[in-house]
Structures are given as C-alpha cells and as structure tokens.
C-alpha cells in the first residue's frame, strides 16, 4: 500500500471566478513553511507521493519547498508534484524546484484561447502558458497540463485548438475537467456566462477530447485524466485506490489510521497552533460502497459481486460498461453519467 502526503498552499495572485478551493491573495512566507513542517514532523510516517497543491504552489519559493520536503520521510523514488500558474515561474525558479526535490510539475493552463482565459480571469494569456511549459520540458521529465471543458460558450473549433496546442507540447499528462459550477463561485452568480454553458453540448466536447487524445498517445485512466505510457499521476491513484494520505495546511484533508479528517480554513490559525485542528468527518463510509465509488472512476474497473455484479450488467447491455476478466469498468458515455449509475450500483 503506497501513502500520500498532500500540502496545500491557499496564495493565489486573484482568484479565479469558479474556484471553490482554500485561497487567499498574497505569496508564501517563512511562517507558512515553519508550521507546515512542523506538521510533517508531528504526523511522521513516510510517503510514496508528495503533491503540492493549492492556491497557487510556485508562489512559495523554492527555498521553503526545499525545508518542507527536507522535514518529509519520502520513498528514494517518490513521485513530488507542484502545481504551478504559468504566470509564476521562469527557468531560474523550475530548476530551483527540480533542485529542491519536485520531479512533476502540473501546470494550470485550462484553455490556449485567450478570450476563454480573460473570461476565466486567469492571469497568464495561452503564450505564457505555452512558453512555461516548454521552459519546463528543460528541467523536468514528468509533465502535466490542466485544461477545462464545457466552458461557458465553448465550441468545438475553440477546443480543438486548446488541444493541438497541448499535444504539441512536452507534455506526458493532461487533466481535462468538465466544468463543475460550485456554489458561491463570482461564476454561480453571472447570469450570462451560465447561459452559455450547455450539458450536452459539453458531453459532445467531453467525447471528442476522450478519442482525440487517445489518437495521440495519452491514454485514458480516469475520467478525467490522460497520460503517456509509464506517466499516470501515482498520487492520485493513491486517493482512487483507497489508499492513505495525509493532508498539511488549511482546507486540507486526510485518511490514515482508518479516519477520516480535515483541517479547518484559516492560515492564521494554522501559522500559530503547534499542530493543526483536525475536524473529524463524522459521516460513516461504508468501505465498499466507496470502493465502489472511487474503482469505479477509473479505467481499470473493479470487480463486483451479486446483486451489484447483476446491476451492472444491465448497465453493459446499455453501453454504459464494459466487462473484463470479471471487472467492470465505465465506458466514456458511461463517465458522462458515472454519479447516476455508481449510485444504482451501490
């Protein structure tokens, strides 16, 4: 069983107008690193996969990223992700962080359309995403891009391009996530770009992008994840695996020692306390439907047994499944409804 070790760093430039996520305007300081490897060394452990996640990550510098990773017990062959803003990074700060210790950088780049970033208030335009990830490709092996699909007044032509741009790069993994509008989002709230969001037509999008990438070698392992051979996202899988992880810093959550638990929002908190809060989720999961749940996002399906095995059988005559060897998996259709039938299944 591998374990995780997930840091979240809440510093964002501006915020994005769909965000749900722990943020806050500002850069990293000393401070903010100091309680975070005070939490590492509190929970001990040692760890398969470090990711940095956020905010935005490459607003801390490397010299903290370097402490932090100093203070974690990680496997020799340890799979350490930073999320970066294209915006954020030039080839001085990336070989500092491979330096440190990151070996996968995962840019945020969701769209090569400027008028789609303008509107997504991001602050890089496509050519500064094109040119960090290709300064990148000097320094790191293991890339990844996040892209977004069903965008507001999205269409074929304006994907497509999104796409030949992103394969044309040095990329070995792509994120491609269909747009969630979350509650209480600057988005949730505009009246004309949620007119322009469309479910079937981001279905139709969310199928192209599927056989697209497919057609140029990022197989398909998760609903929403592609990668190269050899370059799947091992912390990721840690999480839809069932596996255990430990989450540091504000917002974050964790799974280890069969308990599950978060830390509450709010850095000052965080900055001050010898260790963090912990508020333990109360909600009892029944640990095979969330097998269930979590196998069922992933290519590689899971097996079933009796009355759910009889379920989802109904679900391979409609084309929603596949069976394989005894596993079932969900087809892309499937995916695009995968709540529904993990919920009829379970």
């Not at 990830?133 to 890339?143: S, V």
Request: hydrophobic share 35%; charged share 25%; with cysteine.
């Amino acid at each position: 069983m591998s374990k995780g070790l997930y840091i979240h760093i809440p510093f964002c430039r501006q915020k994005c107008i769909y965000c749900d996520f722990y943020s806050l305007a500002g850069e990293a300081d000393e401070r903010y690193a100091d309680a975070v490897t005070r939490n590492i060394t509190a929970y001990g452990g040692h760890y398969d996969t470090v990711f940095f996640g956020g905010g935005t990550p490459t607003l801390m510098p490397p010299s903290q990223t370097a402490k932090i990773l100093c203070a974690a017990d990680t496997a020799e062959d340890a799979e350490v992700t930073m999320e970066a803003n294209p915006e954020t990074v030039d080839a001085d700060k990336l070989a500092a962080y491979r330096d440190a210790g990151v070996n996968r950088i995962s840019f945020g780049v969701q769209s090569a359309n400027d008028d789609e970033l303008a509107m997504l208030h991001r602050i890089h335009d496509a050519e500064t995403a094109v040119r960090a990830i290709e300064t990148a490709g000097r320094y790191f092996d293991d890339i990844s891009a996040d892209i977004m699909l069903g965008l507001p007044f999205a269409d074929e032509r304006k994907l497509r391009h999104t796409l030949d741009v992103m394969t044309s790069l040095p990329l070995t993994h792509i994120s491609a996530y269909i747009l969630k509008v979350e509650e209480g989002t600057p988005l949730s709230r505009d009246r004309t770009l949620l007119s322009g969001i469309d479910e079937d037509r981001s279905a139709d999008l969310y199928e192209m992008t599927v056989q697209y990438l497919a057609d140029r070698g990022f197989e398909q392992y998760e609903i929403s994840n592609f990668a190269r051979e050899g370059c799947k996202c091992r912390h990721n899988l840690i999480y839809w695996h069932g596996e255990e992880y430990v989450g540091i810093g504000p917002g974050a959550y964790s799974f280890t020692g069969g308990r599950r638990f978060h830390v509450p929002r709010g850095i000052d908190s965080f900055i001050t306390a010898p260790r963090q809060a912990e508020i333990t989720d109360e909600e009892s999961v029944d640990p095979e439907e969330e097998r269930i749940m979590l196998g069922l996002r992933l290519t590689e399906g899971i097996a079933l047994e009796g009355e759910r095995r009889s379920r989802a059988e109904g679900f391979v005559r409609m084309g929603l499944m596949t069976r394989k060897g005894g596993r079932y998996a969900l087809t892309v259709k499937g995916m695009l409804v995968s709540n529904e039938i993990i919920a009829r299944i379970i």
